[in-house]
């Protein structure tokens, strides 16, 4: 018995997955865009326009040392409650309402890809 199905439908899988993992990236850069790149600038140094105005240190988001003291579920409540649902800054607004669950996910996920 010939199994010439095997190769393609294991070829359609991993495209599949490359696909949705992509989609991932691109949902959680948008997201990410929209609702954080104002303070924590476009690579996740702090450096947003917004931080020049305020004259506020905002988080660096890059520092894989520092974001290592963050759960999924801390930033998860960060973002969705705001800075000061953990202790941090009330500056860093809730963005529940603003972005949905699965954005706010996929934020995190984006956020992880800026870390060095």
């Given at each position: 018995?010939?199994?010439?199905?095997?190769?393609?439908?294991?070829?359609?899988?991993?495209?599949v997955f490359l696909m949705t993992g992509l989609r991932a990236q691109?949902?959680?850069?948008?997201?990410?865009?929209?609702?954080?790149?104002?303070?924590?600038?476009?690579?996740?140094?702090g450096d947003g326009p917004a931080a020049k105005v305020i004259k506020t240190p905002m988080g660096d988001l890059t520092s894989k040392a520092k974001m290592?003291?963050?759960?999924?579920?801390?930033l998860y409540k960060m973002i969705s409650e705001g800075g000061q649902a953990i202790g941090k800054s009330k500056i860093m607004l809730p963005q529940k309402g603003k972005l949905s669950e699965s954005e706010i996910k996929a934020v995190i996920a984006h956020i992880k890809t800026l870390q060095k």
């Open positions: 018995m010939k199994r010439t199905w095997i190769v393609p439908s294991l070829v359609t899988v991993l495209l691109s949902d959680g850069r948008a997201a990410y865009n929209k609702a954080c790149v104002k303070c924590h600038g476009t690579e996740g140094k290592a003291q963050y759960s999924d579920d801390k």
